[in-house]
């Protein structure tokens, strides 16, 4: 592949500049990341996008297609097939959208393909119905793909911390770099937020996870296998945004 | 629309720059070599410091400016781009009060204005702007992409010419810096972009679009209105940039370090406008390669070689664009449906020589200015 | 943690020319929105608010047609506002990827539209205008909507506080005295309604240059500030000169001190 073949030439080249093994090894994985989505994305990559009626689609589709994808709109179970990834999208309520999910079949589908190894994105509530439950919803269900739920952002001093959590926030990554933050440099991991349901982040479970604080810490990002999910709005990010995006299509192009 | 009256010619490239039969006026001598690069090599680069090297060509020029009358010595048109921050700096670091006039056309790139307002913050600079009024200025360009001619940027040269003019009466300036060098603009053919001081080619665009000419009045700045600058408020106009052996890249890092100037990237220009116009819009309409120009100059002055420019555009002008977007947004802008605008420039290409102009008149006035006052030629007209 | 956001204000005519206002009445033309909206874009601004103001007067929405071509080729996050009177324009607007309409005088004849818009949107998708006159003696009094004579106008705090009832995701305070003034922002009221409100705040009209902004921001942690001279005029003239990238890193180096402020 012309990806190994660039890193082999390169790789030769380092090693005469740099000291030591660990810091020549260190940055090749991070240059390895950072050129594989522009090497690999040479035909769009077919990603679906979950429409059922809450949600910015516009922009989403529009961030796709400049992040080297290629949008379709899954609107019933059977569009779901001949997809490289889905997104879930997401802007509303927990309650009328995971009925609208259930109702048009989306829901088991979505969870069959998921559980298959089709890479799947949850965007803010969409982020949240990947979960089992929602305070915003006592009765309804998400996808149940993550063990995890949503609660009410209810910040003790509503002078500095107010909610919604509306605005551009900064994202720690809990132990090791996630796989759709590579080639994004630390002091650009900002990323917009519109939320006034979080999910708290899980130390047990085994995933991938980046936080952001909101008087306390709660989940920005989170990576468990396909399965990924995102509070905040990569469609609106800026560039950051559209690099996340771009990992997001390189995951899917190496499941495929 | 009729045939145009340019002449059809076989497809033949110059031996020594790289200008050809795009440009259908084009003369070879026995030897294959154009009437450009001889034009440019034995009269253009007479007027520069190429010919006349000197080490303080520049400081003379500078220093003949008259100084401390009125609020501003100097006044400069600043679009964001090398030559102009170049000049605008030049006139600055020599103590001169600039005027720093930057006209907005509406087509303004972030990264032009980021260098606009760097300039505007130097000490001895007054910034002001010139804001087009959009719907007529609008009505202008889609009027000249209506003709089928490639030079629809002409209006903003004709509006900048009358801005600069204008705010040199408006502030008693007499001296106008212009950041026009024949390093870099010296080889540009007629047709491709033609004497913005002809308004009766203007106006015979308008017409042919069906335009009213009351569009046109407020913009233009004709052969008249330049000639009453130059006899009644005596506003003259330099070119600093060819008092010196003027080099773009090393000006561009002057710019860098003086004033944390940006690039743009080198082929995406500092006006959507301009971008669309020289990589998209020429080559697919006209099939004229803008590049040609300044590689064919920079090959006379030896700063590259011929295969080196021919290298360069074998790779497509539009290569680093997202056309796509590029036409989007200049056909929304225009109020063009996209499919309307490509559908514009699939239409057979005209030239000027197939609407009213001057170009012999103006040719002998300015012929005589020149036999009069012992001027070169510094530009095409 | 959350940063203020730094908002560009466009405002728009009926004749979709960007327009800059003073004290609600003089205009001076600007230029092209769709170009503008297309800088600060550039720019990466924080967030865009681009208002139609003469829609509610004309009985009209904001021209879809317009907001698209905003969406189009923007890639920052929008607000849009501009005679929004019902819950399909709201829907149209979003779906063209807008992400807060904004809502202003619609409210003055029906309140409970607010209600009706946020629990069928969310109230992050949902601002409210709130335009402010703050009369020499007594307490502030605000409108939904153009401040009119005739109407008296609600206590500013109570009126807020209904609107957060409502569910309103955020509230962008509209000085109308202070608009295009540039004399800085009201301080106090401003810092006293983010002490009583428990949703985002956007503080608009008055800002002239960086120390307005700081000195609304060392009072008080507000959720935005939005201005429209700051970022169209060249500093310190009235010569129209986009800028944004100088504004945005003089706010990054001032938040560790404005943090401390806070806390």
Redesign the interface.
């Known amino acids: 592949m012309i990806a190994h073949h660039l890193v082999l030439v390169i790789s030769l080249s380092c090693v005469r500049i740099f000291q030591s093994t660990s810091e020549l090894y260190a940055i090749l994985w991070q240059l390895f990341w950072a050129i594989r989505p522009i090497i690999n994305l040479k035909s769009p990559v077919p990603v679906g996008i979950v429409d059922y009626g809450a949600g ?4 989403l589709e ?2 796709l297609i400049a992040a080297g994808g290629a949008p379709k709109l899954a609107r019933e179970p059977s569009d779901l097939s001949s997809l490289a990834a889905v997104i879930l999208p997401g ?3 927990f309650g009328p959208a995971s009925a609208a999910l259930r109702d048009s079949g989306l829901a088991q589908e979505l969870c069959r393909c998921a559980i298959a190894g089709l890479p799947l994105l949850g965007i803010c ?1 969409g982020f949240q119905l990947l979960a089992t439950t929602s305070e915003e919803a006592p009765g309804a269900s998400g996808l149940g793909l993550l063990p995890l739920s949503s609660q009410r952002l209810r910040p003790r001093n ?13 994202l720690h990554a809990v132990n090791v770099c996630p796989r759709l933050l590579h080639g994004i440099a630390f002091e650009k991991r ?1 990323f ?5 349901y979080a999910i708290a982040p899980d130390p047990q479970m085994l995933a991938t996870q980046a936080t952001y ?2 008087e306390h810490t709660w989940l920005a990002l989170l990576e468990r296998g396909t399965i990924c999910g995102v509070q905040f ?1 990569p469609e ?1 990010s ?2 950051q945004g ?1 690099q996340l995006l771009r990992n997001f299509l390189a995951l899917a192009l190496e499941c495929g | 629309m009729s045939e145009s009256n340019a002449p059809q010619r076989d497809y033949q490239i110059c031996s020594r720059c790289v200008m050809d039969t795009s440009d259908p006026w084009i003369v070879f001598d026995s030897q294959g070599r154009c009437n450009h690069c001889s034009d440019f090599l034995n009269q253009r680069l007479a007027v520069t410091a190429y010919r006349t090297p000197s080490n303080d060509g520049l400081e003379r020029l500078l220093a003949s400016i008259p100084r401390g009358r009125g609020s501003h010595d100097v006044v400069v048109g600043v679009s964001g781009g090398v030559d102009s921050s170049s000049v605008a700096l030049l006139a600055q670091q020599a103590g001169l009060r600039v005027l720093a006039v930057h006209l907005d056309n509406g087509w303004d790139t972030p990264i032009a204005l980021q260098n606009v307002l760097q300039l505007a913050g130097l000490s001895g600079i007054t910034y002001e702007a010139e804001v087009l009024n959009w719907k007529n200025f609008k009505a202008v360009q889609r009027a000249f992409i209506a003709a089928g001619v490639p030079d629809i940027e002409l209006p903003t040269d004709i509006v900048i010419q009358a801005a600069l003019h204008r705010a040199a009466v408006r502030h008693g300036i007499c001296t106008i810096l212009s950041g026009g060098n024949i390093a870099n603009e010296g080889i540009l053919p007629v047709c491709w972009m033609y004497n913005p001081r002809d308004s009766r080619y203007a106006e015979s665009i308008l017409n042919f679009a069906g335009l009213p000419q009351a569009f046109f009045t407020p913009l233009k700045f004709g052969f008249r209105k330049e000639l009453r600058c130059r006899l009644q408020h005596r506003i003259r106009t330099l070119y600093p940039l060819n008092q010196f052996l003027y080099n773009k890249d090393s000006a561009r890092q002057q710019l860098i370090s003086a004033i944390g100037w940006q690039s743009y990237g080198g082929k995406h220009c500092e006006s959507t406008y301009t971008r669309f116009c020289q990589l998209i819009y020429q080559p697919r309409r006209h099939g004229i390669d803008y590049r040609r120009c300044h590689l064919s100059a920079d090959i006379c002055l030896n700063l590259v070689t011929r295969r080196q420019a021919l290298a360069e555009l074998a790779r497509p002008a539009w290569s680093d664009l997202d056309v796509e977007h590029d036409v989007a947004f200049v056909a929304r802008k225009l109020d063009y449906a996209p499919a309307e605008l490509n559908a514009a420039m699939a239409n057979p290409p005209r030239w000027y020589v197939d609407f009213n102009h001057r170009q012999r008149l103006l040719g002998f006035a300015y012929s005589s200015f020149r036999l009069l006052t012992g001027r070169r030629k510094a530009s095409n007209f | 943690m959350l940063q203020p956001r730094l908002i560009p204000v466009l405002l728009v005519d009926a004749q979709q020319q960007l327009v800059k206002t003073i004290c609600f009445g003089r205009r001076q033309y600007i230029g092209d929105p769709l170009n503008a909206a297309y800088v600060f874009s550039g720019f990466e601004a924080d967030e865009l608010l681009v208002l139609d103001i003469d829609a509610s007067t004309q009985g009209r929405c904001i021209p879809l047609t317009f907001v698209a071509a905003l969406a189009r080729f923007t890639h920052v996050p929008l607000t849009v506002g501009g005679g929004v009177i019902s819950l399909e324009q709201i829907h149209g607007l979003l779906a063209l990827g807008v992400e807060k309409v904004a809502l202003s005088s619609v409210l003055s004849r029906d309140f409970s539209f607010l209600q009706q818009a946020a629990t069928r949107f969310g109230s992050s998708t949902i601002s409210v205008i709130l335009n402010v006159h703050v009369p020499e003696k007594g307490t502030p009094l605000a409108w939904c909507g153009r401040p009119d004579i005739s109407m008296l106008g609600r206590p500013l705090l109570e009126l807020a506080l209904a609107c957060q009832e409502a569910g309103a995701g955020e509230l962008l305070i509209h000085a109308v005295d202070r608009d295009g003034q540039r004399q800085g922002y009201d301080v106090p009221i401003l810092a006293e309604l983010n002490r009583q409100l428990a949703i985002p705040l956007v503080a608009l009209g008055g800002c002239g240059n960086h120390g307005h902004i700081a000195d609304l921001l060392k009072a008080s942690p507000l959720s935005g500030v939005a201005a429209g001279s700051l970022f169209i005029y060249a500093p310190d003239t009235q010569q129209v000169l986009l800028h944004y990238p100088l504004s945005h890193h003089w706010l990054q180096e001032q938040l560790p001190q404005l943090q401390e402020c806070w806390i």
């Open positions: 910015n689609i516009a922009s529009m961030a802007v509303g309520h509530l509503t002078i500095l911390h107010k909610v919604p959590h509306l605005g551009w926030n900064t900002r917009y937020f519109a939320n006034s604080c909101h709005h609106k800026r560039s559209l």
